[in-house]
């Protein structure tokens, strides 16, 4: 359960990428890369963005030496959250508890049929996250949509080349309020529902798997708002609030020194994404082809 902890704050790309509703409308970026490079609007040195996927499997784990080259030009890492703050188990615990035990929220019915999906993909019984929120629970099978034992985390690669080169460490927001966007994008009945469709989930987590290898932020981004897989809530709090906020915040670090921004590929396409974002605030942003 400590390992859950720890890495509950990495599942935003596998969540954000499983529910039903209206989508917002698409504003393509012409090439595809993961990599981005933010200049100009008085930035003496340019800074860099990088799309992440927050778990692949080891077969697929490969940091790109374009992406080598940008992290060893920058001063500083900045990712979404503080993931590795040895407190954050704690304060993940605290945010995932519920006032109403799941034996108590759910019906018998749907009880009963989380338990078993639980059971067989997870290995562990319902019963041990009685206390805990639905978003506890789809944390949990999202780390199984993934064919492997252990997925690989390009955060955990970053923060481990920052320590080693003494590069400053930042942030974009804390786990507690990652965690409350999380709660407040999806109702239970829409993680209820996932949970159950967990093997069309599996299936739509490989194709995305197969974008990111490509690069195609424009792919991810198409079937990730599409209208069957997102809707205007989950839309809002896991991508509009954020994105506005993070593009609040990152002018002032990337004007104190050049930055290395890693954040969920999700985030970087689209009208309401942070290229776009901080293009209207006149910067300039192109993508690193090689």
């Known amino acids: 359960m400590k390992i859950i902890f720890r890495n509950i704050a990495a599942i935003t790309f596998v969540l954000t990428s499983l529910f039903a509703g209206k989508a917002q409308a698409q504003q393509s970026v012409s090439d595809k890369s993961l990599l981005w490079e933010v200049s100009g609007n008085g930035l003496e040195k340019p800074s860099y963005i990088y799309g992440t996927i927050h778990m692949i499997c080891d077969s697929d784990f490969k940091i790109m030496d374009k992406v080598k080259k940008a992290f060893g030009q920058s001063s500083q890492l900045v990712l979404e959250a503080d993931i590795f703050n040895p407190e954050m188990g ?87 309020a990652q965690m409350e966007f999380l709660n407040k994008a999806f109702t239970d009945s829409q993680i209820i529902s996932q949970v159950k469709s967990f ?42 609030e954020r994105n506005n906020n993070w593009a609040e915040k990152m002018p002032a670090m990337m004007k104190k020194e050049s930055s290395f921004f890693a954040v969920g590929a999700a985030h970087l396409p689209g009208s309401i994404g942070i ?11 192109k993508p690193i082809m090689k």
């Open 199 to 240: 093997d069309s989930a599996a299936v739509g987590t490989k194709e995305m798997v197969a974008m990111y290898k490509a690069e195609d932020i424009n792919g991810l981004y198409k079937y990730m708002t599409k209208p069957d897989l997102m809707d205007e809530n989950t839309m809002r709090w896991m991508l509009i």
């Open 275 to 285: 290229l776009s974002l901080l293009k209207a605030k006149g910067y300039t942003v």
């Open 90 to 176: 704690n304060l993940v615990k605290k945010e995932m508890m519920s006032d109403v035990p799941l034996s108590k929220k759910l019906s018998a019915a749907d009880y009963a049929s989380v338990d078993s999906i639980m059971q067989l993909k997870c290995g562990m019984p319902l019963k041990a996250l009685d206390n805990f929120k639905l978003s506890m629970v789809l944390s949990l099978v999202s780390v199984k949509l993934f064919p492997c034992a252990v997925p690989q985390s390009f955060e955990a690669a970053f923060d481990k080349m920052a320590k080693e080169k003494n590069m400053h460490r930042n942030v974009l927001e804390e786990v507690v």
